[in-house]
């Protein structure tokens, strides 16, 4: 029996036993309502996100087992269902299952919207209500290495018992790595959070490991390329990488041109005063204390932190590593005023791991289950780490407060000091002391080396 017939039948086999099973999404806060009765949903894995303007569109991607499916339609609308939009479907790698994907726009983006998936005449899916985008102070969620165990799933309704805007996943998604019903459980399980609360997504080196990304960029919508790309949230500038996660496909060098680019372009933004910060998201940490994992491949952390450092990024947000950590503002392993906040979030599931010690630029660090709350509220950002377990790794149903900061905008003249010209390859090189084919083979070796090392330790 596979995986999944498992999970059907009632099995789920990465859940404590503690936790109840992992089937319905229709009782939860903020969920949806149960379909009509009679009617046999056959959409499943339900994902909002945006792949425009994160006021006034919406991306609503699900799934359908097999390859024939009937048209897929979205029916929605703000107190009845006025307009319906056709899905583009295609098939998600390396298995008979389809994506469906449709763009909502054309509606009052200041109030709730509405929707349901439809197939054919009788199968119609619960229906979800996504809250609007406020336009000043929103607040947004961050994790990474999610998974499917039980904590996955306390992170996931710690979440929603929040009530955040929307959720930031820093890679390391489902753990497939290679065995694609696996993706269509961990959708099936996102689906309670990620129907009604969008999620936008990094890659991760585990997302490599699915035909070089190819399960990721097939069953996620998300801006630009879906890899990398960036959006503007009111007064932040969201600048989101792969930090290398799929160097097999030789793209990694454009992508840090792309990201020279952006990150000067936002930097600019930023002095006229149109945003606050920006905030960078990449899977890999550039520091961590995790034992065994320093120097994470340093001619790309290099190369990472010149351009990082060079524009002015004031948030960096992270998984990887399986645990909390925080750093104070920082530069190249030390703390440095005027520096960027990295916030590694790897305790979304899948495991916990060890310190090796605590480095000078480490402001907290936690061996815990949990994620980060951001609340954005004019020049000043204030987030609170929750945890979802107990100090001994058990699971609880209460969070709790693991470490809490506030990070203040930057003054108009370090806004102008980070305006600089953009820098052409080998300008950016150079100024890096990077050599090319060093940095693209040392990214291979990480990511090819973490990969054997141990996903998880079992706490349960
Ligand atoms: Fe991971
Ligand atoms: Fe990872």
Redesign the pocket.
Known sequence: MKRRDLLKAGAPLLLAPWLPGCGSSSSYANGGQTPPGGSRNIARGLHASWTGDPHGSRAITWFTDGLNAPEGVVEFGQGHFSQTVRAVASQAYDIDVLTHRAELGGYDPGKPLQYRVRHGGDSLSATYTLKPMPRGAFRFAHFG?HGLSGFSRLVREGILSRGVDFVLIA??LSYANGDQPVWDDWFNQLEHLSASVPVLCAA???EEKDGNGSAYKTRLSQPGNGRYYSYVLNNVQFVISTGGAFVADGTLLAELLWLETTLAQASLRRARGEIDFIAFVQ?FTLWTDEEGRSPNNPTLVLLEENILLRYGVDLLLV??DHEYQRSHAMAFGQPREGGYVQVCGGGGGVGIRSFSGQSAWSAAQHLRYSFIEYAVEGRSIKAQAWAVDTPELQPSRELTLIDEFELTARSPQARNDSVKPIRDAGSLLAQSGANWRYVEAHTRLRNAQ?LKQAVWHEHA
């Open positions: 290495d890679g390391d991760g080196n585990h899977h998984g990887h973490h």
